[in-house]
């Protein structure tokens, strides 16, 4: 089926440092969606992209459409301690998932 | 507004026993799914509901795992009889049609989940 793979896995980084991470998929989709997820809660929505080329901010995050619609990237500008999460990206069709990225911010 | 409400949050099971999830998603949204996370992985959809009627439930493990949305309102998820591998933690998440109503489709707000453990 389906596949989205995150990159990096995992990321350690000073408070105020900016941050990119991005999802790449095998095949098209329509959507992308990027979801934050704290310990012992559910994912919660950040951003969604709904037209390739598409470039979205919210606070402190922007997120990207890619052209080819295989890809979209997510940016958290001046990283704060509350910012620490695992970062999904999921796109249409069968809802799929991304592997995420672990964030980690040092004060 | 109030979010997706799950219960319970956390339950412990032996293996072959049968376990029941509850949810409750967000008022007006058509749409409910049920989510699989296996800790350390992203939710796998598990089945995706459009009021009363099943749209996807390709991946559902039908030998043991069954949901229904009878009213079109809330739903339950059961595992019967469970297997280790079940353990996991269930998300439910909702959202509405993006036809008039609040929201667009596909921006999925998700429930604390049930964390399960199968002894």
């Known amino acids: 089926g389906q596949q989205l793979n995150q990159s990096p896995q995992s990321m350690f980084i000073q408070e105020g440092e900016d941050v990119s991470m991005n999802c790449t998929s095998s095949s098209i989709f329509n959507t992308w969606l990027w979801y934050k997820q704290e310990p012992g809660e559910g994912p919660v929505l950040l951003i969604a992209?709904?037209?390739?080329?598409e470039l979205t901010s919210n606070g402190r995050l922007t997120a990207q459409f890619g052209i080819t619609r295989k890809d979209s990237f997510l940016n958290i500008s001046a990283s704060i301690p509350s910012d620490v999460g695992i970062y999904f990206c999921a796109g249409d069709g069968q809802l799929v998932f991304g592997t995420g990225t672990r964030l980690l911010v040092s004060p | 507004e109030a979010g997706v409400a799950q219960s319970p949050r956390y339950k412990i099971i032996e293996k072959r026993q049968s376990v029941a999830f509850w949810c409750n998603p967000i008022s007006g949204h058509a749409t409910l799914y049920w989510y699989q996370q296996i800790l350390g992985q992203g939710p796998k959809l598990l089945i995706q509901f459009q009021n009363n009627g099943v749209v996807d439930d390709s991946q559902l493990p039908k030998d043991r795992f069954s949901a229904e949305r009878l009213k079109g309102v809330d739903s339950t998820l059961k595992i019967q009889p469970a297997k280790l591998e079940d353990s996991a933690v269930y998300l439910c998440?909702?959202?509405?049609?993006?036809?008039?109503?609040?929201?667009?489709?596909?921006?999925?707000?998700f429930g604390p989940g049930t964390r399960l453990t199968v002894t």
């Open positions: 992209l709904y037209k390739a080329g």
């Open positions: 998440a909702s959202s509405s049609t993006g036809e008039g109503g609040s929201g667009l489709p596909y921006e999925q707000y």
